[in-house]
């Protein structure tokens, strides 16, 4: 698995060769670095920073445990920081970041919102582009490909099995998170985790583990967060039904935006359709219709089917439904996105028109556009050309041998009670919640549900919604704003 990842520091034309061993601070070094260093204009404000891509040995438990308890059990985590060099290090913030899966690489945290470098076009036409957005002008950025992922890769194919667990893998990134800090001596530097989807969960049992890393913060990104019971779930999916069908019209607009709408349907959750669940066969009849009407003009959905499904409907009933008419199903992860109802089968989640939904957008001037090396995929490039990074690995954008691998454990799945957790033990520890109203697979509800239900306190917790679907960054308002946030959230 671990195929020649090549030891040492790179030395680029015309850029500074560093010697990384005069930075170690008693901590476990990086097996394989690439050192390059340039400039960006991020925020509107001019600045130098170098990169590194660098391997760390990754471990799915402490290692004074694993070397007895699980002896070979070990893999590699690949890095990729980016760190001011204009600025002073030590008040910065670093974030530490991370998308989901399980299985996915930090390929559209890094590459489609926050990265000094964009992925634009599409296919064999897809480059690298200067990215305006980037938080560097207030924080260094570390990006975190957890092992199976990226360049990231367990020692054998035995050894993957270990980290393919909520717990596994969340020890084995924070062990790797400790030892950056260590390593580059930003021990003092506030620091930050910062999850999308299945990441939100990875951040919250870092926190939940991690107490001697004395995070300052945990940001959220489409929290995976799962109510329980026999009317929550259904309860805290219905706002975004009715975003959704606002954004395709399917219901009167009366000059509400979809923020209202869903505030709309969400005091009809909390109210009269909880209740109505609550009943269950002793509620009338005529009661039931009048409830069933009510949500047809928040969802769009016709009454007779909200009948049919008793009130309850699933995420896969609305969204095969709400354009069943015009032939079509709405996508998942954004339900902007649509697809014929009857195309050919694909495999899941490919079989989600949102998975790679790009809403439209106005022309845009790019700037810093990076050729692409023969062979190479615009990832690929990047990584081995414009950062020097030598391996004869593939990146691995979405493993989803991974994915089926993954070993859920009791509790696992829990994120907010992890958090709330983490925070009831550390006063200082503050989150932050970003959703899309357009999101199926994590609504936006069923998260806010979650963290009130856990515990999270609302005085420290930052919570946005955004018109947008799973990834908010895919909307260009969407990523200016959700931008303004984080900065706001984490500046000193």
Same mark, same amino acid.
Request: charged share 20%.
């Given at each position: 698995?671990?195929?020649?990842?090549?030891?040492? &520091?790179?030395? #680029? $034309?015309? @850029?500074?060769? /560093?010697?990384?061993?005069?930075?170690?601070?008693?901590? *476990? !070094?990086?097996?394989?670095?690439?050192?390059?260093?340039?400039?960006?204009?991020?925020?509107?404000?001019?600045?130098?920073?170098?990169?590194?891509?660098?391997?760390?040995?990754?471990?799915?438990?402490?290692?004074?445990?694993?070397?007895?308890?699980?002896?070979?059990?070990?893999?590699?985590?690949?890095?990729?920081?980016?760190?001011?060099?204009?600025?002073?290090?030590?008040?910065?913030?670093?974030?530490?970041?991370?998308?989901?899966?399980?299985?996915?690489?930090?390929?559209?945290?890094?590459?489609?919102?926050?990265?000094?470098?964009?992925?634009?076009?599409?296919?064999?036409?897809?480059?690298?582009?200067?990215?305006?957005?980037? &938080?560097?002008? #207030? $924080?260094? @950025?570390?990006? /975190?490909?957890?092992?199976?992922?990226?360049?990231?890769? *367990? !020692?054998?194919?035995?050894?993957?099995?270990?980290?393919?667990?909520?717990?596994?893998?969340?020890?084995?990134?924070?062990?790797?998170?400790?030892?950056?800090?260590?390593?580059?001596?930003?021990?003092?530097?506030?620091?930050?985790?910062?999850?999308?989807?299945?990441?939100?969960?990875?951040?919250?049992?870092?926190?939940?583990?991690?107490?001697?890393?004395?995070?300052?913060?945990?940001?959220?990104?489409?929290?995976?967060?799962?109510?329980?019971?026999?009317?929550?779930?259904?309860?805290?999916?219905?706002?975004?039904?009715?975003?959704?069908?606002?954004?395709?019209?399917?219901?009167?607009?009366?000059?509400?935006?979809?923020?209202?709408?869903?505030?709309? $349907?969400?005091?009809?959750?909390?109210?009269?359709?909880?209740?109505?669940?609550?009943?269950? !066969?002793?509620?009338?009849?005529?009661?039931?219709?009048?409830?069933?009407?009510?949500?047809?003009?928040?969802?769009?959905?016709?009454?007779?089917?909200?009948?049919?499904?008793?009130?309850?409907?699933?995420?896969?009933?609305?969204?095969?439904?709400?354009?069943?008419?015009?032939?079509?199903?709405?996508?998942?992860?954004?339900?902007?996105?649509?697809?014929?109802?009857?195309?050919?089968?694909?495999?899941?989640?490919?079989?989600?028109?949102?998975?790679?939904?790009?809403?439209?957008?106005?022309?845009?001037?790019?700037?810093?556009?990076?050729?692409?090396?023969?062979?190479?995929?615009?990832?690929?490039?990047?990584?081995?050309?414009?950062?020097?990074?030598?391996?004869?690995?593939?990146?691995?954008?979405?493993?989803?041998?991974?994915?089926?691998?993954?070993?859920?454990?009791?509790?696992?799945?829990?994120?907010?009670?992890?958090?709330?957790?983490?925070?009831?033990?550390?006063?200082?520890?503050?989150?932050?919640?970003?959703?899309?109203?357009?999101?199926?697979?994590?609504?936006?509800?069923?998260?806010?549900?979650?963290?009130?239900?856990?515990?999270?306190?609302?005085?420290?917790?930052?919570?946005?919604?955004?018109?947008?679907?799973?990834?908010?960054?895919?909307?260009?308002?969407?990523?200016?704003?959700?931008?303004?946030?984080?900065?706001?959230?984490?500046?000193?």
């Amino acid at each position: 698995m671990l195929r020649n990842l090549v030891l040492g &520091l790179v030395l #680029v $034309a015309g @850029l500074c060769q /560093i010697a990384v061993a005069a930075e170690a601070q008693d901590s *476990p !070094a990086p097996s394989a670095v690439a050192l390059t260093r340039h400039s960006g204009l991020f925020n509107g404000q001019p600045l130098t920073y170098e990169a590194r891509v660098e391997a760390w040995r990754a471990m799915p438990a402490p290692a004074e445990a694993s070397a007895t308890s699980m002896p070979g059990r070990e893999g590699q985590i690949v890095t990729t920081s980016y760190v001011r060099t204009d600025a002073p290090a030590g008040p910065r913030p670093v974030i530490f970041l991370f998308n989901g899966g399980p299985g996915a690489s930090t390929t559209p945290l890094h590459f489609g919102a926050f990265g000094p470098k964009r992925r634009v076009g599409e296919g064999a036409n897809q480059q690298m582009v200067d990215n305006p957005h980037s &938080l560097l002008d #207030v $924080a260094d @950025l570390v990006f /975190i490909d957890p092992v199976g992922t990226g360049y990231s890769r *367990p !020692a054998s194919p035995d050894a993957g099995q270990a980290f393919w667990s909520p717990t596994g893998d969340a020890l084995s990134v924070k062990g790797v998170i400790a030892d950056w800090l260590g390593f580059h001596g930003r021990q003092a530097s506030p620091r930050y985790v910062l999850g999308q989807s299945y990441g939100t969960t990875r951040a919250a049992l870092i926190a939940h583990h991690g107490s001697a890393l004395k995070l300052d913060g945990v940001l959220l990104f489409a929290l995976v967060a799962r109510p329980p019971g026999l009317e929550m779930p259904y309860v805290t999916t219905l706002p975004s039904f009715a975003a959704s069908a606002w954004s395709h019209g399917r219901i009167p607009r009366q000059g509400r935006t979809a923020g209202q709408v869903y505030e709309a $349907a969400v005091e009809f959750a909390r109210t009269d359709y909880v209740s109505a669940l609550i009943a269950g !066969a002793s509620l009338p009849p005529h009661a039931r219709r009048d409830v069933a009407e009510a949500m047809s003009d928040l969802i769009g959905l016709p009454v007779d089917l909200i009948l049919e499904k008793d009130l309850r409907l699933s995420r896969a009933d609305f969204y095969l439904n709400l354009l069943r008419d015009q032939g079509l199903r709405t996508g998942q992860l954004d339900a902007r996105a649509t697809r014929a109802l009857d195309a050919p089968a694909q495999r899941p989640p490919y079989d989600d028109p949102g998975l790679n939904y790009i809403p439209p957008r106005p022309a845009e001037a790019l700037t810093g556009a990076l050729p692409v090396a023969a062979g190479l995929s615009a990832v690929e490039s990047y990584f081995k050309s414009h950062l020097a990074f030598e391996t004869a690995e593939t990146y691995e954008s979405l493993n989803l041998e991974v994915n089926a691998a993954w070993k859920w454990g009791e509790g696992e799945d829990q994120a907010p009670q992890r958090l709330a957790e983490a925070m009831a033990a550390d006063p200082k520890l503050r989150v932050f919640w970003a959703a899309g109203l357009f999101d199926l697979s994590t609504p936006a509800y069923a998260g806010r549900y979650m963290l009130d239900q856990a515990g999270v306190p609302a005085d420290r917790l930052t919570s946005v919604l955004f018109e947008s679907g799973h990834s908010v960054f895919v909307d260009p308002d969407g990523l200016s704003a959700l931008g303004a946030a984080v900065r706001d959230f984490v500046r000193p």
